[in-house]
């Protein structure tokens, strides 16, 4: 099994993210532990988990230790993608509590918003069991925080859908309008890929049941039914008739979402997902009970 990191770091300057958020929280100097804390004292912390849901980002928190605190002790007892409930332990940590206090933050913020997007994937696409639809994400997500939002739709059991505007080409309504229509869209569109050797997915956002058939003619890799209804999904479903992929999207939320991946499609994107998200609660603290 490809791992997720090492698949897609391309994508992402890792390190240079690393930095500029200690950078942001830390600076010069972390002024509480400096001078509170004698620079020789060590303590191990462990991570708790304080509400039920799926936990996500703990290979991500191994792979900061290593870069920025490599001599630090780190125990796992749960890995990505794990249910847990109140009162879980992750992992411990032990090192220097002076540097343990200074990068705590950074590890809470991955982990919680991680944690929450894990979370929410898995109850969406535990909505369609029983059907071929995939949940996916969008590219509503934070600022330079989109690797591990789009990591943790992986964890949750979802799928990712394009990483920026440059690995897949998707003419949405707006490219549409401007260009003159769908055709002119993807030809031009194929001329442009063709000239440039570049190998990109295409995929067409269409708004109504003529758009679907005008796109069907000119067989993009996967067509969008952008805030059809789920009656208008069926029928459009009929008409591609497995022939390209299929993906909904616009106002899908747990409430309908089961409806439409009953309709046959075989993606459901959800923005959400990554803009509209609830962190999941954990917290490192000191303790004294359990040895590495």
Not at 79 to 88: A, M, T
Not at 102 to 120: F, V
Not at 156 to 178: C, E, F, P, S, T
Request: aromatic share 8%; net charge neutral; with cysteine.
């Amino acid at each position: 099994m490809v791992n997720f990191f090492e698949q897609n770091k391309k994508h992402f300057f890792f390190e240079k993210f690393i930095e500029l958020a200690l950078y942001e929280d830390v600076m010069d100097g972390d002024a509480t532990s400096l001078s509170t804390l004698p620079e020789q004292s060590i303590s191990q912390m462990q991570l708790l988990v304080k509400q039920d849901g799926i936990i996500a980002g703990v290979e991500a928190v191994e792979r900061i230790l290593k870069y920025i605190y490599p001599e630090v002790e780190l125990k796992i007892l749960i890995e990505d993608g794990k249910p847990v409930k109140r009162g879980d332990i992750v992992f411990y940590l032990k090192g220097k509590t002076q540097r343990l206090f200074s990068y705590e933050r950074l590890l809470l913020n991955i982990m919680q918003r991680m944690s929450g997007i894990a979370t929410k994937t898995n109850a969406l696409q535990s909505l369609c069991i029983g059907t071929k639809a995939k949940i996916t994400d969008t590219r509503k997500t934070t600022p330079l925080f989109r690797f591990f939002e789009k990591w943790a739709v992986h964890i949750g059991g979802g799928a990712n859908h394009r990483w920026g505007l440059y690995d897949m080409v998707l003419i949405k309504d707006n490219h549409i309008d401007a260009a003159g229509g769908i055709d002119k869209a993807i030809v031009q569109c194929r001329k442009y890929l063709e000239e440039r050797q570049l190998s990109l997915k295409i995929e067409v956002e269409t708004r109504n049941i003529k758009e679907v058939e005008i796109a069907m003619e000119y067989k993009p890799d996967r067509i969008m039914f952008d805030n059809f209804t789920v009656n208008d999904i069926k029928k459009a479903i009929e008409l591609v008739n497995g022939k390209i992929e299929t993906e909904a999207s616009g106002g899908i939320n747990e409430h309908n979402l089961r409806a439409y991946a009953l309709a046959g499609v075989n993606y459901i994107s959800v923005g959400s997902l990554t803009h509209q998200i609830n962190s999941l609660d954990v917290s490192l603290k000191v303790t004294g009970k359990q040895k590495i």
